[in-house]
C-alpha cells in the first residue's frame, strides 16, 4: 500500500470495513473518528435499554436517578446518527469514483451490503430464536415462575414468544412494518430500514445525483420521506420514510468533504462547520426537550432533520482536520481514543445482540426481588459489560468473516 491512500469507510451505520482509495494529498489517512461516533453510539444504544421505564417513578425521589434519566432518553439520536453516516460512508467512495458510480456496478453494491449485513444478522436472528426454545423448555419443565405477563416485560428489546409469520417478516427484514417491531430483537428495526433506504439510495437517489446533483438529491429525498410520513399516517412511526432525507444529508457530507467542484470546496473551506453543528445539536435536542416536557405539536421528524444537519455538518468538520493532517481538536479527540474504535470496530455486532443479553439479565434480576435502586444498578453493572463481551465475541466468529477487508491496528494521535 503506498502513502498517497484513504481508508474508504464505506459501510453500513454500525460496522466498518477498511478499503483504500488514491488521495490527493500526501500522506496515509484513516477515518478513524466514524468508528468512534460508532463506538458510542452503539454503546449509549445499550445503556439505553439498560433503563426500565417501569423503574422510573419508583426512583424518581431519588436526585441520583433524575440525570439518568435524563440522559438515557434520547436512544432515536443514536439511530438517526447511525443513519447520518451510513449515508456518509456510502457516498464516500462514489464520490471519489471516477465514473461516479459504484464499483463492480448495481449488481456489485448489492453482493457487498448483502455480504456485510446478512449473514452476522440471520445468525443473531438464530441465536434469538434459540435462545426463546430455551427458555420456554427451562420455564416448562423447572416452573421458574416467568408467567406470561413477565415474559412480555421489556417486549420492546426482546421477545421469546412469537410466531412462524414473525420469523418470515424477520428474514426478510420489514420488521418495521405492521406490529412486528417489537418480536424477537426489537432493535433492529432500524436494520431493517436501513435496508430498505439501501435500494432507494442505489436505485434511485445515485442516479439523481448524477444528473441533477447534490442539491436537487437531497431536496428530493427530504420532500419524498416527508410526503410519505403524512401519506402512511401512524404507520410511519414504525417505517420512519423521512430517515431517508437524513441518509440524504450523510450524502451530502461526503461530497462537500471530498469533491473537487470549486462550489463544493468553497463552501467545505468557508462555512463555520463546528458552529453550525452545535447549533442544530443544540436545536434537536431543545425540540425534543419540548415535546417530552410540553406535549407540543413538534413533530419528529423535524428533531431528527436538526440532529441529522449537526451530524453531517460535525463530519465535515472532523474530515476537514484528517485531509490537512492535523489532530482532531481535544474535545472531540476521544472518538479517536484506541478503546472507543475498537468499540465501533464491532459494534454492529453488538448492537444486533445486546437485547436479548440486556433482557436476560433484567429477568434473572427480577427474580431477586431487589429494590429499584439496586435493580438498576445491578443492571448496568452486569448487562452492559455481558453485551459488549457477547457482541465481541459475535463479532469474531459470525461478522468479521464476512468483512472483506479486516480491520488494521489504530493508534490514537492523542
Known sequence: MNQNQIRD???????????????????RLRLAYL??????????????????????????????WLPMTKFLRYGIFAVVIFIVLSGYCLMLPVVRSDKRYFSGGLLGFFKRRIRRIVPPYYAALFLCILMSILILWIE?????????????????????????????????????????????????????????????????LI???????????????????ITLNYLLGEASQNIHPWFLGLFALGMAAAEISFSQKPSLIRIKNSLPWSRLAAVFACLAFITEWLRFELVTGIDEWIVHHFLALGTACFLIYCTNFVMNDKPLPPAVRLLESPWVVGLGIFSYSLYITHAPVVWLVHQLLLSFQLSPSIMAVKWFLIAV??????????????????????PVNVKSRA
Open 140 to 204: 416448562q419443565i423447572s416452573g421458574l415462575g416467568w408467567d406470561n405477563e413477565r415474559l412480555h416485560i421489556l417486549k420492546g428489546l426482546f421477545s421469546p414468544t412469537f410466531s412462524f409469520h414473525d420469523v418470515v417478516v424477520y428474514l426478510l427484514l420489514i420488521q418495521n412494518f405492521g406490529l412486528h417491531i417489537n418480536k424477537i430483537n426489537g432493535p433492529t428495526w432500524t436494520i431493517a430500514v436501513e435496508w430498505q433506504i439501501y435500494f432507494v439510495f442505489a436505485i434511485l
Open 9 to 27: 469507510p464505506s459501510n453500513t451505520s454500525n460496522n466498518s470495513n477498511n478499503i483504500y482509495y488514491e488521495k490527493p494529498s500526501k500522506g
Open 207 to 225: 442516479p439523481i445525483w448524477r444528473r441533477l446533483g447534490l442539491l436537487y438529491t437531497v431536496a428530493i429525498a427530504f420532500l419524498g420521506g
Open 385 to 406: 459489560p455481558l453485551s459488549i463481551l457477547v457482541g465481541y465475541v459475535f463479532y469474531r466468529v459470525f461478522e468479521r468473516p464476512f468483512m472483506s477487508h479486516l
Open 35 to 64: 468508528d468512534g461516533i460508532r463506538g458510542l453510539a452503539a454503546l449509549y444504544v445499550v445503556l439505553v435499554h439498560c433503563w426500565d421505564p417501569n423503574l422510573t417513578q419508583a426512583l424518581q425521589p431519588a436526585l441520583l
